[in-house]
């Protein structure tokens, strides 16, 4: 099945005192992800060109690359005209399909000179997949830009996913937000360790590991040490705690403060 773009809920918190928190798993087109990054309100991690395997990353691009929804035509200024239309369309097309079919095919010999993925991959970054976690506590100004008819088609339908999801969603009343932490480990684990599993699953972007094996409760916590003495942080605030009163704001959260906000990390 061909990956499109999508969002769904993580986790869905809403304080005693009525604030909203929410976690988002997303997956679009890198071709977008800088645009994505412009909010600077929201806490977000996303699958790295330096962590994913070669032989991965060309086996996505070959069979299932990130291409445009919409191929408008050119005219001046940052909004495209109308689609192409008939063979000027499928030609289109065809053309970013060979492009992606040579980034991979260049990708495959480089590599076999013995580079590092963190070199070989970027060939192949235009025609990858993210996989972003994103948590926040204010969207309105995200969905008025991106839900905009001027906005870019792509980001567009990102902000059309995440918005759907979360309209679906039903926050629960929580004093604490930890994702990708399961019931059974909420209860049978301390709150220090549950904080430092959940920022460490979030830096993986999924409660899985890469492999898709299941998680080692010690690996994460080994894992989770190593980011903060590391100082990678941005992991750090998915994992947040209500405020005794909803509109006060610490750092990029209102009426929650992150686990790094709290511990200074």
């Known amino acids: 099945m061909k990956t499109t773009t999508s969002a769904k809920v993580v986790l869905d918190s809403v304080s005693p005192t009525g604030a909203r928190l929410t976690t988002l798993q997303l997956v679009y087109p890198r071709f977008i992800h800088s645009e994505f990054m412009t909010h600077r309100v929201f806490s977000r991690n996303a699958s790295s060109s330096r962590a994913i395997p070669v032989a991965k990353m060309i086996e996505q691009v070959r069979n299932d690359p990130a291409i445009p929804i919409h191929w408008g035509s050119n005219q001046p200024g940052m909004q495209a005209g109308v689609e192409l239309v008939g063979t000027k369309l499928e030609s289109a097309k065809q053309l970013w399909s060979e492009a992606a079919r040579q980034a991979a095919n260049i990708a495959g010999p480089m590599a076999n000179l013995g580079l590092h993925k963190q070199v070989v991959n970027r060939i192949l970054e235009p025609f990858q997949w993210m996989h972003t976690i994103v948590t926040a506590t204010a969207w309105d100004n995200f969905f008025r830009l991106r839900l905009h008819p001027a906005a870019d088609p792509n980001i567009h339908e990102l902000a059309r996913a995440m918005k759907e999801a979360m309209d679906a969603s039903v926050p629960i009343e929580r004093i604490g937000h930890a994702p990708y932490i399961s019931g059974e480990e909420i209860n049978a684990l301390p709150e220090e360790d549950i904080s430092l599993i959940s920022a460490a699953r979030c830096a993986r972007v999924s409660y899985l590991n890469h492999d898709g094996s299941a998680p080692s ?19 750090f605030e998915h994992v947040a705690f209500a405020d005794a009163e909803n509109d006060i704001q610490h750092a990029n959260f209102r009426g929650w403060q992150s686990y790094r906000c709290q511990e200074g990390i």
């Open 217 to 235: 409760i010690d690996k994460d916590i080994a894992l989770a040490i190593m980011l903060r003495d590391c100082g990678h942080a941005s992991p």
